[in-house]
């Protein structure tokens, strides 16, 4: 398993060594490998924003969430950095996100000479800033001469693993439109629920349709990290429209353009058929009850960590365990990251690559490495009536135990 990406000599700051987003550490889907084998003859790339066909299939998806949306209001990329780089370059303006937030957010932000104003989330959950807080870090920093025009948050959050409750969602959007700010939901994860019928997952869309634009990407629960694909909702409005032909054209300038063969796959994945359904149940199901797993481990020995709703990680906070840490030489996230990462053999990213303060000792857990080190193990995994009780998995979580207990 590949860890965090960095070498000694390069050190911590560069993004291209930044933590790798977590993967289901699955084969792809049989099915899936048929419909890009087919459509490998196609030589040409998907136009700007993506042909008809791709955006049509992105439609039917939002349709079946509730969001009616017509192919004139979407467009595609290959994966949700270039469409949110595109996005964020169209709007202008600085931009809001929460704290934490994925590793990947503040990058883009600050690539196009914008400021990133983070802000704290609320005890309850994350991905979504404190909706007073972000009140008052917008009127702070329109004081100090900053222009916030966007805000960024995730109704299925990386690093946290967490949904929003409702009501939480809707004061932030409340609180995002009362300070006058554009409002992008990453919804990447939403269908990686672990219990969806226990969850109940909205979109800023619904409750600000004119003011919110939806970014998926389908690495999240429909296709391989190595097929980048993703579809991003716009506002039917003529706000809206302009909004998409400027994204349009940073896509065109940038030469990001989704491959012919990955659109044809991403069309019939963003479609859902009983296959392509089915696998990604089950691939959020093995990953929520490894993640349980896992939270019982942390709570076990007086760590804490939100309990894991969706993804294919979890947010453990070893703050309580400073005194063991110290004891080893780990004073910080930095150092947590490292020294943890080599105890698990697995990436273990600390808090300060999710924009989160430096000295608490948090690190992004992820699931996948729990799972088996070859695809056979990984296959046995999702295919278990109990995955907890495979041997090999259940070494694993009793190794992480042990580590975590020696800091007691």
């Not at 349009?248 to 012919?260: E, R, S, W």
């Not at 797993?293 to 453990?316: C, D, I, Q, S, T």
Request: aromatic share 4%; charged share 20%; proline share 11%.
């Amino acid at each position: 398993m590949e860890g965090t990406q960095r070498t000694v000599a390069e050190g911590r700051g560069p993004v291209r060594y930044g933590p790798p987003a977590p993967e289901p550490g699955l084969p792809v889907l049989p099915e899936l490998t048929a419909v890009l084998a087919e459509a490998a003859r196609r030589a040409a790339p998907e136009p700007p924003g993506g042909a008809e066909p791709l955006r049509e299939a992105a439609c039917r998806h939002w349709a079946r969430r509730g969001l009616a949306t017509a192919p004139e209001n979407v467009a595609a990329g290959p994966g949700a950095p270039a469409l949110l780089l595109a996005l964020l370059g169209a709007h202008g303006g600085d931009v809001m996100l929460p704290r934490p937030c994925p590793a990947w957010w503040t990058p883009q932000v600050r690539l196009l000479g914008r400021r990133a104003y983070h802000v704290p989330t609320p005890a309850e959950c994350g991905g979504v800033p404190d909706p007073y807080a972000l009140l008052e870090t917008v009127r702070r920093v329109r004081a100090e001469g900053g222009d916030p025009r966007v805000l960024l948050l995730s109704v299925a959050d990386d690093p946290t693993a967490t949904v929003p409750p409702p009501e939480l969602l809707r004061e932030a959007c409340e609180a995002a439109a009362d300070a006058g700010l554009f409002v992008v939901s990453d919804e990447t994860w939403r269908d990686t629920v672990h219990r969806p019928h226990d969850t109940l997952v909205l979109s800023p869309a619904e409750m600000l349709p004119d003011r919110a634009a939806v970014l998926v990407d389908l690495s999240g629960a429909l296709l391989p990290a190595g097929w980048p694909a993703a579809v991003l909702r716009f506002p039917g409005t003529p706000r809206g429209t302009w909004l998409r032909a400027r994204t349009l054209d940073v896509l065109t300038a940038t030469g990001a353009l989704v491959a012919g063969p990955v659109a044809a796959a991403a069309a019939h994945a963003l479609d859902e058929p009983d296959a392509v359904a089915g696998r990604a149940y089950a691939v959020a199901a093995l990953h929520g009850a490894v993640a349980g797993a896992v939270h019982r481990e942390l709570l076990a020995v007086g760590a804490f960590a939100r309990p894991p709703r969706a993804g294919r990680h979890l947010y453990a906070d070893l703050g309580p365990l400073r005194a063991g840490l110290a004891r080893h030489g780990v004073g910080d996230a930095m150092e947590l990251e490292d020294w943890l990462g080599g105890r698990l053999g697995a990436p273990t990213p600390g808090g300060q690559r999710f924009a989160d303060e430096p000295v608490a000792l948090r690190v992004r857990l992820s699931t996948g490495p729990f799972l088996g080190a070859t695809p056979e193990r990984r296959m046995a995994a999702l295919t278990a009536g109990d995955p907890l009780r495979l041997p090999h998995v259940r070494g694993s979580l009793e190794h992480l135990g042990s580590v975590l207990a020696g800091l007691s």
